[in-house]
């Protein structure tokens, strides 16, 4: 008879791959070949999942990564592109897709590849991010006509406002790679390629070193204290991006970007 995996309680998607590091569970987003770009069935998978996680005691850490040569290339064009068909009510919502505010463990987000737009939301929440050297950060929001309402202001309690400010005004055109973002606090440690995800899986072993109960209520402690200062204020940006939407800019980039030609933007008033 075959033993039973701890894996075995937890949802199951062909987006997400999951593997078990002693006390870590290893979350890897798997559409390697649309650079994990996000979907609504993708964050659909993760709520569920994270749900399921909340209630797993064996898990002393989560550590998420990508497949492929890409960490999360944000929403994919393609759901940009339609209206949506779920839609946050408030910011908390919106971002229920990322692991740390279900969780009571440590999250630990390798950044593997390419990061940009929504992929910044899974950094801006981690609790420990590291990058490989292959890594690269970016906002596009502007330049596919859409409006960077979110990611920045979860950035600005993590990394130097000049840098944010850069990338969310320049879009496509600001890159940071992974010495930058280590060097303006957006991630803690860069690494070599090959041992991105074992020094992952490490920090995670030190972690489980830990008292549980003494590392939750410690997250929980830093945790509320973001939560409080940020909250009203991602109500407003989530806002501001809705309001944006019947705009002819945001269903231009993202068509624009599909058809692979330059935006035609609408005049400003």
Not at 17 to 43: K, Y
Not at 78 to 99: C, H, K, N, Q, W
Not at 162 to 181: I, N, P, Q
Not at 238 to 247: I, T
Request: aromatic share 4%.
């Amino acid at each position: 008879m075959t033993a039973a995996s701890p894996l075995d309680a937890l949802p199951r998607s062909d987006e997400l791959i999951l593997d078990v590091a002693g006390s870590a569970l290893i979350v890897t987003l798997n559409r390697p070949t649309r650079a994990n770009a996000l979907t609504e069935s993708v964050m659909d998978d993760l709520r569920e999942l994270w749900a399921a996680v909340a209630s797993a005691p064996w898990v002393r850490s989560v550590i998420l990564t990508g497949a492929g040569s890409a960490f999360c290339a944000g929403a994919d064009a393609g759901m940009l592109a339609e209206p949506r068909t779920s839609i946050g009510a408030d910011a908390a919502a919106e971002l229920s897709f990322v692991p740390g505010p279900h969780l009571g463990v440590p999250v630990i987000v390798a950044v593997n590849g390419v990061c940009a737009g929504g992929g910044l939301h899974f950094v801006a929440d981690a609790d420990i991010c590291i990058a490989s050297e292959t890594a690269r950060f970016i906002d596009p929001h502007v330049t596919v006509g859409q409006v960077s309402g979110l990611e920045p202001l979860e950035l600005l309690l993590k990394a130097r406002r000049d840098v944010v400010v850069r990338m969310a005004l320049l879009g496509r055109s600001e890159t940071l790679d992974a010495s930058a973002a280590h060097a303006a606090g957006i991630v803690s440690e860069v690494v070599a390629p090959d041992d991105l995800l074992a020094h992952a899986v490490a920090l995670g072993e030190r972690i489980a070193e830990g008292s549980p109960e003494a590392i939750r209520i410690t997250r929980a402690a830093i945790r509320h204290f973001e939560a409080d200062l940020l909250r009203p204020y991602l109500d407003a940006g989530w806002q501001a991006v809705q309001d944006h939407w019947p705009h002819p800019d945001a269903h231009e980039g993202p068509v624009a970007f599909l058809e692979k030609r330059r935006p035609r933007w609408a005049r400003a008033e």
